[in-house]
């Protein structure tokens, strides 16, 4: 996929967030390529998708609210109650308006990489998985990762899904509605 982001535009991204998130970043990057292969669909994006998602995750509330505002959607309660779930919408906006990326799979895959959402696509899903599953994330043990990720994507995203839950519940903090629409339809495929 030529032209979709240059060099320098990666280069670019050390000015939106800290070398440890650029860290974070690569580490979805590689293994969102590798998801990709794994599961038959256009690694630059899964690699482009990955290195981005995070690009607004360090910037104000005001300024996330201020940028989602611009994509079309409507602010949603639970966003508005949590501007730092806007991280994925207000990347989308930057990655049009700042890098001239216009790939609607790849827009897609940083709206949906915070809470996801019912009818993701294959990128989406990998993004999904990826942003968690990444080998540098400290609270997943190495056995559980590979008993994950050798799944099938739909059973890895539940998995994942259930550890978010979990992650979410011990912190008090409220899951919000399109997980919980994704968890029931990924849970309506599996018993159809
Ligand atoms: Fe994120
Ligand atoms: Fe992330």
């Known amino acids: 996929m030529k032209n979709i982001i240059s060099i320098n535009n990666s280069a670019d991204l050390h000015k939106y967030i800290s070398y440890q998130r650029f860290k974070h970043s690569g580490q979805v990057s590689l293994l969102a390529e ?14 482009i998708a990955g290195l981005m998602h995070d690009i607004a995750r360090e910037m104000s509330d005001e300024l996330l609210l201020e940028l989602a505002m611009t994509d079309g959607s409507k602010i949603m309660n ?22 001239g990326i216009n790939d609607s799979e790849v827009l897609e895959a940083l709206r949906n990489h915070v809470v996801g959402k019912p009818g993701m696509n294959l990128l989406s899903k990998i993004i999904f998985v990826a942003d968690f599953l990444e080998p540098t ?3 997943i043990d190495p056995g559980q990762r590979n008993r994950i990720m050798s799944m099938d994507i739909d059973p890895m995203l539940t998995e994942v899904l259930n550890m978010i839950f979990y992650h979410l519940k011990r912190e008090e903090k409220e899951i919000a509605p399109p997980s919980i629409s994704l968890y029931k339809e990924l849970q309506s495929v599996k018993f159809r």
């Open 34 to 47: 590798r998801l990709c292969i794994q599961y038959g669909t256009e690694p630059d994006k899964g690699r």
């Open 78 to 99: 639970w966003e508005r109650n949590r501007p730092v779930l806007l991280h994925g919408r207000a990347g989308a906006v930057i990655l049009k308006r700042d890098f």
């Open 137 to 139: 994330r400290i609270f």
